[in-house]
């Protein structure tokens, strides 16, 4: 088992025409074979990746002629709004969105947009997801991880690896990575993602890594205090960010939270999540928490 | 998306962010407000010591009055507390206050103790104030929309409002579409205006949010927004911010950019394409990827040194990257050591360690390096570190390298 992504998905690139597309397309089918089209407007009917995979206009054809049910997008920034809005009207379940740049009004559309639809956004802006041994829907290293019971939650992406590395170094594989992304909105956020892990029974503990900034993690704190039964071990990057760095007056009133790596810490804490201070103890960690959640 | 509560109002003291945002000058904020129709205090600008006087008659035949306020044009806020901004009753008073703020280094709350040297100033004509408020319109990125928050407490700190007197915020959602006519309405109602104020409110309102949506803006500020003595509502002080993502589409706003305001070597790394923010330590460090550049810092605070900076080289990196990372990094007489910390990815480890090999032999190494290379083909890159014979102290993981760049800098500092 696994969440969102496994190898029964039926995986579309939209931009699969394009450099970014064509390559990690091609990555993600040697992977998990189950790479099964590509939209590029205009381009419908080729065939691309040495003849393997089928271009359609639109992800409407995709969905109907293969039955697409996840679509990765590598669109450049300034049309890749329109393209999540597309699939989600084309009815593809799970979309991943891994172009970074996206205008926030853009996305601001886009998130009225699919309260309207029931497809799942992930990102914009990550790395994607990886199911090891099953599918790779995004540009993470395949190589990296090996298929086990941790499931990885990251803001971050190279991060996201380091992490990766540090479990199998200490034995532990994964169930599913997912990348959220860092823009100021983002299709899926860390509690979502939490409440899967917690129902998937192939999952029996979670790292969750955040960064400063928004307040996600605040209420994912929240959420592994009330509806958790797994083991939660965190981590936040930017405890030495530096505090000139400020947003506007107005942004901080929003967001009606401390944003600081310390002040998220805390509360993340107190919520009983395993908190590591160091980015170098996060493999450690979890095995500690499984040895005493095992007891 | 949308699914989850609105989290519960609070004060938020601490706001970071790596990524840095297009500023404009106070004048720049009020042009752009003006180009709407919405009514703004008065200014003329200078950036010439000899021009104060002619400046300071024209702005008293312009605007009709004989009492100015000289304003440094500065992007950090707090200018009042830190001296910049003079009210002048009379013409000697006014030449003066310009001279003394103008080439000044204005030091405020937001500007660190270096300060800010104040290139420009704004005479602006005197406003007889009734009441002050605030309106600010940004984006909320918990539910995903743009909001309009407003008070009928203008002037102050607003984080202070919100903390002591969070009944005092205001605060209307709204999508892609704009404020709603009813909305509009309906906020200046909960701000007290009635009669032809109300009605002066209502199209500000409705006018400042066209404009952020029309200039994808982060940020567009009025505070205070003043009722004056004479029953006008103007902007008294304005400040933007834009999305660095949607500049493309503004050439206009772009063309607003100061460079003075931004740290040079942050502004020469932008032009190669890399994240850097100067810090006040001495481990220099290069890291693919924002989120492993944090916590790279994270753990050189940790084994007891202090970053230097935060440089991100991205997705891209490759012998050029490394090298111009590298030079800007050793830019800084601070740095005793560096770290370079990659995890390959779509990023080689081979092409790293072409450019740290590179690098090193065109620009000399003056201070010791650490490399912790990992991911795809990290076998081959050190293989071909260790070939070149560039001397680089190789590290097997995030902790070995975080302990041996800091103690490689304790035993240069």
Same mark, same amino acid.
């Given at each position: ?64 002629? *293969? #039955?697409?049910?996840?679509?990765? %997008? ?8 329109? &393209?999540?809005? !597309? +699939? ?89 990575? *997912? #990348?959220?992304?860092?823009?100021? %909105? ?8 939490? &409440?899967?892990? !917690? +129902? ?96 | ?413």
């Amino acid at each position: 088992m696994s969440i969102l992504v496994n190898r029964e998905s039926r995986i579309i690139v939209q931009g699969i025409t394009g450099s970014e597309g064509s390559f990690h397309a091609g990555q993600c089918l040697e992977y998990g074979q189950n790479v099964v089209g590509g939209v590029t407007p205009g381009k419908g009917g080729l065939r691309t990746l040495e003849d393997r995979v089928p271009v359609f206009n639109t992800c409407v054809d995709a969905r109907r002629e *293969v #039955g697409a049910n996840v679509s990765l %997008i590598f669109v450049p920034p300034a049309f890749a709004a329109d &393209a999540i809005m !597309e +699939a989600a009207d084309a009815g593809i379940e799970l979309i991943v969105c891994i172009t970074e740049g996206i205008p926030v009004a853009d996305m601001v559309k886009v998130a009225a947009y699919l309260r309207t639809r029931s497809s799942r956004l992930i990102g914009p802006n990550c790395p994607g997801l990886l199911t090891p041994g099953e599918a790779k829907v995004g540009i993470m290293p395949g190589f990296i991880a090996k298929k086990g019971h941790v499931g990885v939650i990251s803001k971050s992406g190279t991060l996201t690896y380091e992490a990766v590395h540090q479990l199998v170094g200490v034995g532990l594989g994964q169930s599913t990575c *997912v #990348g959220i992304g860092g823009d100021p %909105i983002i299709g899926t956020r860390m509690s979502e993602l939490l &409440a899967l892990f !917690e +129902a998937d029974p192939d999952t029996s503990a979670v790292v969750m890594i955040g960064e400063i900034g928004g307040a996600m993690e605040i209420e994912a704190a929240h959420y592994v205090a009330t509806h958790m039964t797994k083991p939660v071990i965190g981590f936040i990057a930017g405890q030495t960010a530096p505090p000139g760095r400020r947003m506007g007056h107005a942004g901080a009133i929003v967001s009606g939270a401390d944003e600081s790596a310390t002040a998220k810490m805390a509360v993340m804490k107190q919520c009983g999540i395993h908190v590591v201070a160091s980015p170098a103890g996060i493999g450690m960690a979890v095995k500690e928490a499984l040895v005493v959640n095992s007891r | 998306m949308g699914r989850n509560a609105m989290p519960p109002f609070a004060l938020g003291r601490v706001c970071v962010t790596l990524t840095p945002l297009m500023k404009v000058h106070e004048f720049q904020a009020k042009e752009i407000l003006e180009k709407v129709g919405i009514p703004v205090q008065r200014g003329l600008v200078t950036d010439t010591i000899t021009n104060v006087e002619s400046v300071i008659q024209s702005a008293y035949s312009q605007f009709n009055t004989t009492q100015v306020v000289i304003k440094a044009q500065i992007h950090a806020g707090g200018r009042g507390k830190g001296g910049g901004v003079k009210f002048c009753p009379t013409f000697e008073d006014a030449v003066a206050k310009a001279r003394q703020i103008l080439g000044m280094t204005l030091v405020t709350p937001q500007t660190g103790e270096a300060g800010q040297l104040v290139r420009t100033i704004m005479v602006a004509e005197a406003v007889d104030i009734a009441k002050e408020l605030y309106v600010a319109v940004t984006l909320d990125r918990a539910n995903g929309q743009h909001v309009v928050i407003a008070s009928t407490e203008g002037g102050v700190d607003i984080e202070e409002v919100a903390a002591h007197t969070p009944d005092k915020i205001i605060k209307v959602w709204f999508g892609a579409d704009g404020l709603l006519p009813f909305q509009a309405r309906q906020l200046a109602f909960q701000l007290g205006f009635e009669g032809d104020l109300f009605k002066q409110a209502v199209s500000l309102l409705t006018r400042l949010v066209t404009c952020y949506l029309d200039t994808d803006a982060s940020i567009a500020e009025i505070n205070p927004l003043v009722v004056t003595e004479q029953g006008k509502l103007l902007a008294l002080d304005a400040k933007f911010n834009f999305d660095d993502n949607a500049l493309y589409r503004h050439p206009d706003i772009v063309a607003l950019r100061d460079t003075h305001e931004e740290d040079p070597t942050e502004v020469e790394a932008s032009s190669f394409h890399l994240n850097y923010v100067k810090l006040e330590g001495n481990v220099g460090c290069m890291v693919n990827g924002a989120g492993l550049a944090m916590a790279t810092m994270d753990i050189i605070k940790l084994s007891g040194g202090q970053p230097a900076n935060f440089l991100d080289v991205g997705g891209g990196a490759n012998v050029d990257t490394v090298k111009n990372g590298f030079r800007i990094i050793l830019s800084d007489p601070n740095v005793k050591a560096v770290l370079i910390n990659i995890f390959g990815g779509i990023v080689r480890c081979d092409r790293v360690a072409n450019g740290i090999i590179q690098a090193v032999q065109e620009l000399g190494l003056s201070v010791p390096v650490v490399v912790r290379l990992a991911g795809t083909n990290a076998e081959l890159a050190r293989d071909l570190l260790a070939q070149s014979g560039v001397s680089i102290i190789p590290a097997d993981s995030l902790q070995d390298a975080a302990q041996k760049v800091v103690q490689a800098a304790q035993l240069e500092g």
